[in-house]
């Protein structure tokens, strides 16, 4: 079995690129909480691109509006059919923002169904840490930026009772995005609903 | 009286004789004890330790005989036991007590009353109850002759031990230097009580302090030397002393009588001056007139005691090679020997007279009580307050700041685009020449923006960001485009976008597909910048503006960090798992120890005779040991302190290895490391 490669989506439209730090943070996370084989850098997928079927957990954020190529929209179909987990961060942390409003309606008509709120209890939740209130608060919701709300539940595709994609409106692409040298200047990791996700996407 | 009766004064009668059995066997023990010491100190004088834990044990061995005598006593609460105990003793009862005592020979009690009244048992329990006492009475009255009849002085060393008292009680014959008693007097104005050692090696006292060394005369005469000491010899018949000052610097005196010879080292102790320090002003200032009041504030401690303080205000005025000084005094305190105070006062300035660029120099002082050696004067820091001149106002009080990197300065396209048409305003007023090189200076920023636009473009591709003109212009050739080359893609990509709206899907370079409108921004700055350059600025204002909207155009499409974007992080999965292993990180190399200099192996030598000597002649070898210590005091003390301490136990009787072996690495400047256990956490 190969190691744990951390992917990040790119997509034609939009800047897919807008977290580039969040990946080695991840990383670091796995490496540092659990005994998960892991490459020590990720990879750049496209998502028209069949590699992508290669990676069980792929990342996608950007601020820009999303709309999908054709190939890619077919593509995102099989990813999400055969097994894998597309992780979808809004960078705007706005519901009312670009990114939210053409990358939702996009997941939906590639998909043939609109997300769905995501139980708070849900195993995604206590996958590896346990977060009994629901996905972790992050910063830009507390401090008012973007819409200004505290997103009480994360969206997912659900395929049976496996996450197909997962949405997310609260900015973990702005939370995550520091150098994971930095760790040791919080006292709690905020990284580690990071990890739920990818032993999730690597367990189910 | 009945048979009941009669029990119950027998009763009576046995427990007053337990009681005072109790105290005959107590006091008999702790005079036992006493005596035997007092016998055996009488011929081989006790240490002071042993004579000072004499009375406590005393009174616990009398404590533990009570205790045993007392325990008896309970047998003796019950009626019944009582009553057998007497059967025992006057056999002629035949029972008859012990059965009137038991409630089921009550049917009988008359019969049994009349034979109890025939017999007479007092007088033999009497006997019986007091009799014992006589042997421990014997034993206390032999110790208390004991005790009195040895020599004045003999108990009052067990019941009041004193440091010195060893030199009454010296049975050296012919030597007395055996044991000497050093009685120290500090200075009066330290407060010090005076104390007294027992056979000490070494002294330790504050300087001036009045010391005696006393030992009981004994066959010749003793002679004493020492260096420059002055030091006053008496024999009184019964002892001898020597009375001396604690000098200035350790001393070795050597007691002499006949072939004998008894060091002892003094080791004078300094009295710190007081530690002040001045709190308010916290640092030096400039103040812009000399108004109001300056407080000041200061703390001062000392080892002995503070007599009083003040702050001492030095004024300078004058410039160049006039300068006048005047000194004043305020805030004076007594403070009545504490050993901490605090300082405080105030400077009214308007009464000073101050000058604009006039100095004052504050600082705080305080005085202990020492009468020996003078009073100890200590001083805090210096803080300087100066009068601000005319003028320097706005320069007071600035931090410079480093001056700004050479050629990284950039005018935005906006202030260039004001610049330019604020030169064109001017046009008419201005000659051509002047014109032409205010166009050029604008050019020049035109053209330093645009290689910054340049390397945002590059800095955006993944070439680790060290593309742009730059690469180019410093002659590392690594694939980076040259100007020329960034213009022609530039070129192509702002003609595509004016004839038709550009196609990105393939077939161009990352340059142009990423960067479309910073390299329309380029592509025009490139413009301005040669219209500039040749002096034609209004022929360079529209390129200027297209350059401004492109550069909007950037910034509405996507964020464009200035800064440039972030290296990949590649994780060292080993180190965050804490597995990792560096290869630059090894244990330090062993290396031989250096050649030690002639002076630590003299010193080594001598430290290494002494110890050769211990086995034959301990008092030899820690007179050497005291010998050298004497010597380091002055020119090492660090070196110095760990012989003190085996000097001490060598001559206390106890071991001394563990401490000449610290002694001895320290001389050799072996360095040691810790043990990570405690000397409560040693390993099972």
Known sequence: MSAFTFCTVQYESGDWDSAPLVPANVIDSVARYTSIEVNPTGAIVPLASADLLRYPLAYLTGHLPVRLSPAERAMLRTYVTRGGLLFVDDHNHDIDGVFHKSATEELARALGAPLKALPNTHALYTSFFKFPDGPPTTGHELNGWGDNLVHANLFAHLIGDRIGVLYSSKDYSSEWGYHPDNKRFQSVDNTRFAVNIVVYALTR | ?684
């Open chain 2, 1 to 684: 009286m009945s048979a009941l009766e009669r029990l119950g004064r027998v009763q009576r009668e046995l427990m007053m004789a337990v009681v005072a059995g109790s105290v005959v066997w107590a006091a008999c023990a702790a005079v036992g004890w006493f005596a035997v010491l007092a016998v055996v100190d009488r011929f081989a004088t006790l240490p002071l330790a042993w004579r000072t834990a004499a009375p406590a044990i005393g009174a616990l061995l009398g404590l533990a005989a009570a205790a045993w005598r007392v325990r008896r006593a309970g047998a003796f609460t019950d009626a019944r036991a009582v009553a057998l105990w007497v059967e025992g003793v006057a056999p002629s009862l035949r029972y008859a007590l012990v059965t009137r005592v038991d409630p089921a020979g009550a049917a009988s009690a008359d019969a049994l009353e009349r034979v109890i009244a025939a017999v007479a048992f007092e007088p033999p329990v009497r006997r019986a109850a007091w009799q014992p006492l006589a042997r421990p009475a014997l034993a206390l009255a032999i110790g208390l002759v004991v005790l009195l009849v040895l020599p004045s002085g003999a108990v009052a060393r067990l019941a009041r031990p004193v440091p010195g008292d060893v030199v009454a009680a010296s049975r050296a014959p012919g030597d007395a230097l055996a044991h000497v008693a050093i009685t120290i007097v500090p200075p009066a104005y330290s407060g010090v009580a005076t104390s007294r050692l027992e056979d000490a090696a070494r002294v330790s006292a504050l300087v001036g302090s009045a010391v005696r060394v006393e030992g009981a005369a004994a066959g010749l005469p003793v002679t004493v030397r020492a260096d420059s000491l002055r030091v006053v010899l008496r024999d009184s018949g019964a002892r001898w002393s020597a009375d001396l000052g604690m000098p200035a610097s350790p001393t070795v005196l050597r007691f002499v009588q006949g072939t004998r010879e008894r060091l002892l080292l003094l080791e004078p102790r300094a009295d710190s001056a007081p530690i002040v320090s001045l709190t308010v002003p916290a640092r030096d200032s400039v103040l812009k007139s000399a108004t109001g009041v300056l407080r000041l504030a200061a703390s001062a401690s000392d080892d002995i005691g503070l007599v009083g303080g003040a702050f001492e205000v030095v004024i300078s005025s004058g410039e160049g090679e006039n300068f006048r000084f005047r000194t004043i005094t305020v805030g004076r305190t007594a403070l009545g020997n504490v050993r901490a105070a605090t300082l405080g006062g105030g400077l009214r300035l308007d009464t000073l007279k101050l000058e604009p660029g006039d100095l004052l120099h504050v600082r705080a002082i305080a005085r202990d009580r020492n009468t020996v050696s003078g009073p100890g004067l200590g001083a805090s820091e210096t803080r300087a307050i100066r009068i601000a001149r005319a003028g320097e106002y706005d320069s007071v009080s600035v931090d410079g700041a480093p001056p700004p990197e050479v050629g990284k300065g950039v005018i935005s396209q906006r202030m260039l685009i004001l610049l330019t048409e604020k030169l064109l305003k001017q046009r008419a007023a201005i000659a051509k020449d002047a014109f032409v090189r205010e166009a050029r200076l604008i050019a020049r920023d035109q053209n330093t923006l645009r290689k910054q636009v340049g390397d945002v473009i590059f800095s955006r591709l993944d070439d680790g960001g060290g593309g742009g003109e730059h690469a180019h212009d410093d002659g590392d050739d690594h694939g980076a485009l040259t100007p020329e080359q960034l213009l022609a893609a530039a070129n192509e990509a702002t003609q595509a976008a004016g004839a038709e709206p550009l196609d990105f899907a393939g077939g161009e370079s990352p340059v142009v597909n990423i960067n479309r409108p910073l390299l329309e921004a380029y592509n025009a700055m490139w413009d301005a910048g040669r219209e500039l350059g040749i002096g034609d600025a209004k022929a360079a204002l529209p390129h200027m503006y297209v350059a401004l909207a492109a550069i909007q155009k950037a910034r509405l499409a996507e964020r464009v960090y200035l800064r440039g974007r972030p290296k990949e992080v590649v994780i060292d999965i080993g180190r965050v798992r804490l597995a990792g292993k560096s290869d630059i990180i090894g244990p330090a190399a062993r290396l031989p120890r250096g050649t030690l200099d002639a002076t630590t192996l003299a010193r080594l030598a001598r430290f290494d005779a002494a110890l050769g000597l211990l086995a034959t002649a301990r008092a030899a070898a820690t007179d050497s040991l005291l010998l050298l210590r004497a010597e380091l005091l002055g020119v090492a003390p660090e070196l110095a302190a760990p012989l003190g301490e085996a000097v001490d136990r060598l001559r206390a009787g106890t071991d001394a290895t563990e401490a000449l072996v610290v002694a001895r690495r320290t001389l050799a400047n072996v360095s040691s490391h810790a043990t990570p256990l405690g000397a409560w956490g040693r390993a099972p």
